[in-house]
């Protein structure tokens, strides 16, 4: 390690493989990203529970590897009772963190469910589950793109918070400026758990564009233009972003962001590099 760097706690961020050879991968990635000592491993939850069982799978898997695995739960389509169910699973398999969202329906699907946002989930979570669970939930530097002003989506995270959440992951960003400015206007109105960015390293340009355009990301123009005037040199993509996202992290950790919360795409190389880059990876 850089004795001069910052050292903050790290985690990772997996979807649930569809199939058993993507199983058999993660467990590799588990292994190679396991070296860099993360708090934990989270596993997102499909729309509606649609991978309820995968979600579990992958996170017992995780947690028979030897780290700390964070389930998702989405509440939005679902009710009280299956997520009752869920959570009491999850207890019996002596998970205690959680990260706890509202989710999204796809388009056309009528049953909203028992409960509407994140923070009715949250209060339902503190409400069954006690004191000793660790409820992460969602921020957004940039806002939420369903809420049409920014003052009530910041009160909406607030009252998210004083349900009971601990910590909170934010979306991606790419401006340092956004993230900091978030925390100081949700410390104003008295929410004032650790925010922890969520980093997005550039596994590939265009899909991250297609994210950002649709859940009202930024990309700079100027790392939009660069990424884009590269065409197909995978090699100077890979060189460029991992520069962009090694001085993000930077400027986060400089500033005081209390961990770093990285969306692996279920892939090691990337992610790992930067790690290294930021002194929170062991050396080869
Ligand atoms: P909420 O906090 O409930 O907010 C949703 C919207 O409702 C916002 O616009 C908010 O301003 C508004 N709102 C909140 N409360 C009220 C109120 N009382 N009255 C009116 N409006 C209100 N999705 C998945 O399906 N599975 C995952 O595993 C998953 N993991 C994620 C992990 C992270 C770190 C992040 C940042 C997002 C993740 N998402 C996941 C996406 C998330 O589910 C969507 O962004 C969803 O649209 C919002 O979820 P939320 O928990 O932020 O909702």
């Not at 946002?117 to 660790?134: C, K, M, N």
């Not at 806002?143 to 979306?171: F, M, N």
């Not at 790690?275 to 050396?283: Q, V």
Request: net charge neutral.
């Amino acid at each position: 390690m850089n004795a001069s760097k910052k050292i903050v706690p790290i985690s990772f961020e997996f979807f649930p493989p569809n199939t058993p050879v993507g199983d058999e991968k993660l467990k590799t990635v588990v292994q190679e990203l396991g070296a860099c000592q993360p708090e934990f491993f989270s596993v997102t939850y499909g729309a509606g529970g649609s991978t309820r069982e995968k979600t579990l799978h992958t996170v017992t898997a995780i947690a028979q590897a030897g780290f700390e695995a964070a389930p998702h739960l989405s509440c939005v389509g679902s009710t009280r009772q299956g997520l009752g169910d869920i959570l009491a699973t999850y207890r019996a398999q002596k998970i205690r963190r959680i990260v706890a969202l509202r989710g999204d329906l796809p388009s056309g699907t009528a049953t909203a469910g028992e409960f509407r946002y994140a923070s009715e989930l949250v209060r339902f979570i503190r409400e069954t589950q006690g004191s000793d669970w660790r409820i992460e939930v969602a921020a957004y530097p940039e806002y939420h793109p369903g809420e049409r002003y920014a003052r009530r989506d910041l009160q909406h995270y607030v009252d998210k918070v004083k349900a009971g959440a601990d910590s909170a992951i934010t979306q991606f960003f790419f401006n340092p400026d956004a993230y900091f400015h978030f925390v100081d206007e949700t410390r104003k109105l008295g929410a004032d758990v650790p925010v922890v960015p969520g980093i997005m390293p550039f596994h590939n340009f265009a899909k991250i564009a297609q994210f950002a355009a649709r859940d009202g990301i930024e990309i700079p123009r100027w790392v939009a233009l660069k990424m884009e005037g590269f065409m197909d040199d995978a090699a100077s993509i890979r060189a460029f972003g991992l520069d962009v996202v090694t001085r993000l992290c930077e400027k986060l950790i400089a500033g005081g962001a209390p961990g770093i919360h990285f969306y692996t795409m279920n892939q090691s190389a990337l992610t790992l590099e930067l790690c290294r880059r930021l002194g929170l990876a062991p050396k080869d």
